[in-house]
């Protein structure tokens, strides 16, 4: 039909090629409408650090609704959610050149297929705000959930241990998502994967809790620049260091020094734990992110026990194939313990040349990808051996967000979006 209207050039390129067409493999918000003309146009967007990174649309219209879908697209990709926002029928029309008036009508569909996906991006948030809001504002004894675990007492619980479950469960209560890192040895990456994930995730406008759990080698503090903070909080309330967007607690905030060594025996040392998972006071938080100890003995079975109820853990491994032994170890612990794997990660996957950005695959890479397969959970990712990870670690910063546009910073951001994907469809 759109070959005998007069079509401005811009508007027939967008309608005969046009751009962002079909669905994406990724995107975290959509929208749909159905015009009055009848057509159906869907936009899917991939929003990041409140960036639009990537939109594209689908419509049932022919030549002018395509021309519209590729236009509004266009407009909103690398804009800011609230400019995207402000894109309408009048700048579709005016970036396409006008359009006939009897087809004007396809870029009001358009901007309002845009819009439904930008608000549907907004809700998510709301709506895990609204959440937030009712779990603060209530107390156990106002929670109308009766099924709730701390409002019963088990029939082999003393009333301390009661009171301590009650406790733990009261605050874990306000934390939306909590996602375990897990690998079945030390040294793979787990508290660089652990660290990384936790501020993409607050860089993204969540809010984020990152525990450091790791009894024996607490390296979060250095990881992100907070050797010598000090708790504070009352006696049972341990306030975390909170960086605006990011609060971390971690067991080496307690050591006097950074080579002071942690040597509790079993009994002390799931005492401890317990304590201090029980007296974080971390507020209403979006994510938790726990940084695991390693392996699968008794130290990461406590951490999982205590902390109940988890949207589930990631496996970091490296891209060997010796490594898939404790992969599998990994994923059977968690199977037998019933949280969720959400994925493996294939960390150190090649190098990645500090000169010219070469990659080169050190190691034969992907052992990671093959045992997630063959375990049947899924991949979630590939981070390269980049030495301004190590370095990035050990002067205190966070990577992800010092070298924010570094390809390997994309690809821990790739993670973090294939993880939403997992936890969506959970
Ligand atoms: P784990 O928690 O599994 O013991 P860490 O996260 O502490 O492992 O990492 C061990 C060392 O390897 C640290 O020095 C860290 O900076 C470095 N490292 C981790 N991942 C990478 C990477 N992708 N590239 C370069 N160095 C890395």
Redesign the pocket.
Known sequence: MHEELDLSPVAREHASRPLNEGPPPRFNAYGRVTGPCGDTMEIWLLVQDGIVERASFTTTGCGPSRACGSMATSLASGKDVREAAQIGQQEILKALGGLPAEVEHCALLAANTLKAALDAYGKGRTDRAAHRMHKAGQSCETCPDETCSAKKRKSDESDADFADRRKLEQRLCRIKHKILVL?GK????????AVNLAVALMMDGWSVGLLDA?IH?P?IPT?LGLEGERVEGEPGELLPVDLGGLKVMSLGFFLRHRDDAVIWRGPMKMGALKQFLKDVAWGDLDYLIV?SP?GTGDEPLSVCQLLGSVDGAVV?TTPQKVAAVDVRKSVSFCRQLKVPVLGVVE??SGFVCPHCGKHTPVLKSGGGRGIAEDMGVPFLGA?????Q??E???DGYAFVHRYAKSP?AGAMRDIVEQLFLELQEE
């Open positions: 690998s030390g040294g793979v990456g787990k508290s660089t994967v790791d080698g390296s990881m940084d390693p970091v960390n150190m981070i390269p051996m980049d030495p990870v190590a990035a670690g050990d390997t």
